[in-house]
């Protein structure tokens, strides 16, 4: 099983020192992309991971991709940590609440959730709200927003046993963003914002626990999707963003950042003993970077939020300027 994020960066210390080795932690929607990043990142740190996802070698997605649940878990115990991965289709309560049940019979807590099902390949541009098929786009909604609410129902019980417990939503877009950006699609941008004000809903609730929600986004990911989409791969991205005799990938390409900074800060929001302070916050992967002094695996910090209201102030801005 391969990546195309394979870290070849300089040491991660949270990964040296084993910050999380007491910790527990669920990720739905590890399958790839941005899960597949936060799991292994998290076991790396000495947590024992649960990935949940629906994809298996019988089932494979219908995304059209050949990554698999177990192939997640498989890379994390390759890499000498530990993780499980369970078979969960998180549209169905009922699955959610068996993988949490296991979860319970073994370790009796669970100290961090994250809730990363997104349904963006669901997505379908050009048309106006009315008239579109609505039944397909519900597909992106149920995907990237029923989902968590199902898991959040399910497993936020277990979570709030202890205090001090984690949840994190991934969403797309900082506040600022979404207060003033429309995405072109009613269902993802009402998808995404949902997802953001669901960890403000439950930062109120679960302070009561003394556990905390946030919402965080990464920058313009570049995912085994993104970059297959735009075919290129991790080792000549950059050059082909930058190269004008290629249609794709488009030149702000270049301000794209590995799932493996989503994953590190996230980490680093885990192992930080005041990360009550970010209670119901939407937070970006650059911001926490900054927070943490953490660096993507080639050892930038893309600022994607940034770079694009340059963009919008001045067409000519160079993404590379924001690395």
């Known amino acids: 099983m391969t990546s195309h994020n394979?870290?070849?960066?300089?040491?991660?210390?949270?990964?040296?020192?084993?910050?999380?080795?007491?910790?527990?932690?669920?990720?739905?929607g590890a399958t790839r992309g941005a899960g597949r990043a936060i799991a292994r990142d998290l076991a790396r740190a000495g947590a024992y991971v649960y990935c949940t996802g629906r994809s298996t070698s019988s089932r494979p997605s219908d995304y059209g991709r050949d990554e698999i649940i177990d192939g997640?878990?498989?890379?994390?115990?390759?890499?000498?940590?530990?993780?499980?991965?369970?078979?969960?289709d998180h549209l169905q309560p009922g699955m959610i609440a068996d993988a949490v049940g296991r979860i319970d019979d073994r370790w009796a807590r669970l100290d961090i959730l994250v809730?990363?099902?997104?349904?963006?390949?669901?997505?379908?541009?050009?048309?106006?709200?009315?008239?579109?098929?609505?039944?397909?786009?519900?597909?992106?909604?149920?995907?990237g927003l029923l989902?968590?609410?199902?898991?959040?129902?399910?497993?936020?019980?277990?979570?709030?046993?202890?205090?001090?417990?984690?949840?994190?939503?991934v969403t797309d877009g900082t506040h600022e963003f979404n207060e003033t950006h429309y995405r072109d699609s009613v269902y993802l941008d009402l998808?995404?914002?949902?997802?953001?004000?669901?960890?403000?809903?439950?930062?109120?609730?679960?302070?009561d626990y003394a556990c905390t929600a946030v919402a965080i986004?990464?920058?313009?990911?570049?995912?085994?999707?993104?970059?297959?989409?735009?075919?290129?791969?991790?080792?000549?991205?950059?050059?082909?963003s930058l190269d004008v005799a290629r249609e794709l990938p488009p030149a702000d390409f270049a301000i794209s950042e590995t799932p493996h900074l989503l994953g590190r800060t996230v980490v680093a929001?885990?192992?930080?003993?005041?990360?009550?302070?970010?209670?119901?916050?939407?937070l970006s992967s650059r911001g926490l970077a900054d927070c943490?002094?953490?660096?993507?695996?080639?050892?930038?910090?893309?600022?994607?939020?940034?770079?694009?209201?340059?963009?919008?102030?001045?067409?000519?801005?160079n993404a590379r300027t924001y690395r």
């Open 191 to 207: 998808t995404k914002t949902a997802v953001s004000r669901l960890a403000f809903g439950l930062g109120h609730e679960l302070a």
């Open 147 to 169: 989902t968590h609410l199902n898991t959040a129902h399910a497993a936020l019980p277990l979570l709030t046993r202890n205090p001090g417990g984690l949840h994190i939503e």
């Open 269 to 282: 929001l885990a192992a930080d003993p005041d990360r009550h302070r970010f209670n119901t916050k939407t």
């Open 217 to 240: 986004t990464p920058g313009w990911l570049r995912s085994e999707m993104m970059l297959d989409v735009f075919d290129t791969d991790e080792e000549t991205w950059m050059k082909d």
């Open 292 to 317: 943490y002094d953490v660096d993507d695996i080639d050892g930038s910090r893309p600022d994607s939020w940034a770079f694009m209201a340059a963009k919008e102030a001045d067409s000519g801005a």
């Open 72 to 88: 997640t878990a498989e890379l994390i115990r390759a890499e000498g940590s530990q993780a499980e991965a369970l078979v969960c």
């Open 6 to 28: 394979t870290s070849t960066a300089p040491a991660f210390t949270p990964f040296i020192q084993h910050t999380l080795a007491d910790r527990v932690a669920l990720v739905a």
């Open 115 to 143: 809730n990363d099902i997104g349904g963006e390949a669901y997505v379908d541009w050009g048309e106006k709200f009315w008239a579109t098929d609505f039944d397909a786009g519900m597909r992106l909604v149920r995907a």
